[in-house]
């Protein structure tokens, strides 16, 4: 079975760090792009970063440019989403997605989120 | 930046009526880049329709998508009960730049 189960979620205070962490089963890792998303508390969808199949590129939506930093280590079958500077807009339901194997940027499959609070 | 607008905020409709649901772009966009994603109540999004009008693998004939430009369009033809869910539009542009729209609700009327 494809799954994919995040972890690492907590209760942080503001400008603290947490680091998120996605393993993935039943599918061939290293093959396929993998993104976070995020849901704040009754909002809307985010993007917040993706990285290729082999590390070698890796984006982030503007929000969180210079204090995220998506990882993964496929030996592992891992990804991770380190985030430091943590600012209460950052709380939210974290998904981690797996990107479709023709079309990156499509996630086709979800895991069931691990939720951040920031707050002091 | 293209801004992705749904409407209406919330269809509420019986089971087995059809539902159409939009999403606007606010420029032109290549509907390659444009997808569908359901949400249901406490769990996670799932891939609906992929370049405009592509169903993803699983999804029942029921949903449809259709569009070019910058109007596009999700048709469930006859809605059943686990179909009541929170329906999302999404567009990627090569910067890259992801953007979901606001959603639109479908609930049981």
């Known amino acids: 079975e494809v799954q994919l189960v995040e972890s690492g979620g907590g209760l942080v205070q503001p400008g603290g760090s947490l680091r998120l962490s996605c393993a993935a089963s039943?599918?061939?890792?290293?093959?396929?792009?993998m993104h976070w998303v995020r849901q704040a508390p009754g909002k809307g969808l985010e993007w917040v970063a993706n990285?290729?199949?082999?590390?070698?590129?890796?984006y982030y939506v503007d929000s969180v440019k210079g204090r995220f930093t998506i990882s993964r280590d496929n030996a592992k079958n891992s990804l991770y989403l380190q985030m430091n500077s943590l600012r209460a807009e950052d709380t939210a339901v974290y998904y981690c997605?797996?990107?479709?194997?023709?079309?990156?940027?499509?996630?086709?499959?979800w895991g069931k989120g691990t939720t951040v609070t920031v707050s002091s | 930046e293209i801004v992705l607008t749904q409407s209406p905020g919330t269809l509420s409709l019986s089971p087995g009526e059809r539902a159409t649901l939009s999403c606007r772009a606010s420029?032109?966009?290549?509907?390659?880049?444009l997808a569908w994603y359901q949400q249901k109540p406490g769990q996670a999004p799932g891939l609906l329709i992929y370049?405009?009008?592509s169903r993803a693998t699983g999804i029942p004939d029921r949903f449809s998508g259709s569009g070019s430009g910058t109007d596009f369009t999700l048709t469930i033809s006859r809605l059943e009960p686990e179909d009541f869910a929170v329906y999302y539009c999404?567009?990627?542009?090569?910067?890259?730049?992801?953007?979901f729209g606001p959603g639109t609700k479908v609930d049981i009327k």
């Open positions: 997605a797996r990107g479709l194997l023709w079309a990156h940027y499509y996630m086709d499959v």
């Open positions: 039943g599918f061939i890792f290293r093959s396929y792009w």
């Open positions: 990285m290729k199949e082999d590390g070698s590129e890796k």
């Open positions: 420029q032109s966009i290549n509907s390659n880049y």
């Open positions: 370049g405009a009008s």
């Open positions: 999404h567009h990627y542009d090569t910067s890259p730049r992801f953007t």
